[in-house]
């Protein structure tokens, strides 16, 4: 994500974005390279044919020794790969402000993808996303105050202000605040209209819970069919 970003700046002239996106792309060919090198040294190991059982049974334990050392090699690679990159995003996202790398920089602080997790962190950049009106900044801003506070108000502003973007994720939490009567005033139809505004954009778990309410008879009548349906649709989208 970090590097559509830092392509997309490039592409308009931002030599900043040029400059990160050389050394991302020196660093990952680097890795790269050490990765290939290092897998060809161990391919290029003689075979011996003529070994004995035992001894073969020990070059097994060795292999799998090896491979687990080449495993825990690219780890390390990849976190150090991962590191980098959290760099250049965080400084293309406060050089230039961009709301969607803001909320990618929220990300990462939220996934603990490049830099220590940390969700009080990631709420201060999906803020700044959010006030910047990108919808999933507002979606993710709301996501952290209904699971890491528990402000379910709060939350539900949030959600409200993605959901009138048409983001289908603000969509589906809207209608599982209804459900529960999180924020809002329990009204299992009006969860199943937003359930329903999601599956229409394919939402899995909309489609999954839709197939619930038809099932339980929640917020509907009870109609195993369209369980069924909704539940077959979900599955098959995956």
């Known amino acids: 994500k970090a590097k559509e970003l830092l392509e997309s700046a490039a592409k308009k002239g931002h030599k900043g974005a040029m400059e990160m996106l050389k050394s991302a792309s020196f660093t990952e060919e680097a890795v790269e390279s050490k990765g290939k090198n290092k897998n060809a040294n161990v391919n290029s190991q003689p075979q011996d044919s003529h070994k004995e059982k035992s001894q073969s049974n020990s070059n097994n334990g060795n292999k799998k020794e090896i491979k687990k050392s080449q495993k825990i090699a690219a780890d390390k690679k990849e976190d150090e790969l991962k590191k980098k990159r959290f760099v250049l995003l965080y400084n293309y996202a406060v050089d ?5 790398a803001l909320n990618s920089l929220g990300d990462c602080y939220y996934h603990g993808e490049g830099v220590k997790r940390n969700y009080d962190e990631a709420a201060i950049y999906y803020r700044k996303s959010a006030k910047l009106g990108n919808d999933m900044g507002e979606y993710n801003l709301g996501r952290y105050y209904l699971i890491n506070k528990a402000d379910f108000n ?12 048409n983001n289908v994720r603000a969509i589906k939490a809207l209608g599982d605040c209804y459900l529960q009567g999180k924020g809002v005033k329990e009204n299992h139809k ?16 909309a489609l999954n819970t839709l197939g619930y309410c038809y099932y339980s008879g929640t917020g509907v009548v009870r109609n195993y069919e369209k369980a069924v349906k909704y539940f077959r649709q979900s599955a098959e989208l995956g």
């Not at 230039?96 to 969607?100: F, L």
């Open 190 to 205: 009006e969860a199943i209209k937003y359930y329903m505004l999601a599956a229409e954009q394919n939402d899995t778990e």
């Open 154 to 165: 709060e939350a539900v502003k949030w959600f409200r202000l993605s959901a009138e973007k």
């Open 96 to 100: 230039t402000n961009d709301p969607e």
